[in-house]
């Protein structure tokens, strides 16, 4: 490991300490975001994000931030992405991805490949209840995927929500 390895690498840990020994669930994305605010190193901004995830609530509130700093490091994200989050080489060039939501969350950056999911999410969540829920459903190319998650069963896809194609909608 290189001497910036190394550095990028405690960086990122103490990033990642600090969001878990400050915020729950819900404030963890917010404070990642904000320690990784001036970051420029990919291989920190990827690693905390990809460890803080999957215990991150509360995304949407928090969609102008992190697509901003998705796209700022989307060049250096497959090099950084650990291998068991990038998205599958074999999987074709559109794929099938669902979201459930209220109908103003539509385009957000967290989908999932399980309609399953998708429709018990358009009910809410861990107690909270979404006004106006829908069902989403959209073709994504799978080089605008960022990462995938499947720490919770959710079959997770983290992606840019502008190359969305194809989305419809339907109330639940």
């Not at 060049?75 to 060039?93: S, V």
């Not at 989403?136 to 995938?148: E, G, L, N």
């Amino acid at each position: 490991m290189t001497d910036t390895q190394s550095a990028q690498s405690i960086r990122a840990k103490a990033i990642i300490d600090q969001c878990y020994q400050e915020a729950d669930s819900t404030g963890r994305l917010a404070l990642a975001l904000d320690l990784l605010a001036h970051e420029t190193s990919g291989a920190v901004f990827w690693t905390v994000l990809c460890e803080i995830w999957c215990s991150s609530d509360n995304t949407w509130n928090h969609q102008a931030q992190l697509r901003f700093a998705l796209v700022l490091h989307a060049r250096t994200g497959r090099r950084y992405i650990p291998a068991d989050k990038q998205p599958p080489n074999d999987w074709p060039q559109f794929v099938q991805v669902w979201r459930g939501c209220s109908r103003e969350r539509v385009r957000s950056v967290s989908w999932t490949l399980d309609r399953t999911v998708a429709e018990k999410f358009a009910w809410g969540h861990r107690g909270i209840a979404f006004p106006n829920p829908v069902l989403a459903s959209a073709k994504i190319h799978r080089t605008a995927v960022y990462f995938v998650e499947n720490e919770r069963d959710e079959q997770e896809v983290v992606l840019d929500p502008s190359e969305l194609r194809s989305i419809v909608v339907h109330d639940v």
